[in-house]
């Protein structure tokens, strides 16, 4: 009995300290300006190749030239970079990176 217990407590532990360092590696969180008006899209392969390769696709919404982007996190694929951002007007959305302005260097 003793033995499962402590199998048990070291397996939650490695759990969590997976979880943790997944989550630090994947929460990027920059603010940077939109480089141009962009839709924001519901998947990262929509911003990248457009509405017609994963079916028909609607904007989730829109970004404006010059409007405030929180980014949340970013996705490398294999020929493009996408950020799922949060905009200035609340909306949420996958844009290209290359759409945003520059991250931060050391983050």
Not at 21 to 50: H, K
Not at 55 to 60: K, Q
Not at 90 to 104: A, E, I, Q
Request: aromatic share 10%.
């Amino acid at each position: 009995m003793h033995q499962r217990a402590i199998v048990a407590l070291i397996t939650v532990t490695a759990i969590a300290i997976g979880a943790f360092a997944y989550l630090r590696i994947n929460s990027v969180e920059w603010s940077a300006p939109a480089l141009a008006d962009r839709p924001l899209w519901n998947e990262e392969e929509v911003a990248a190749y457009g509405p017609k390769v994963n079916g028909p696709a609607s904007p989730v919404g829109a970004v404006k030239r010059g409007e405030t982007l929180q980014v949340i996190r970013d996705r490398y694929g294999k020929d493009y970079w996408a950020c799922y951002v949060e905009a200035e007007s609340g909306g949420r959305g996958w844009v290209l990176c290359k759409d945003v302005g520059s991250k931060p260097l050391g983050t």
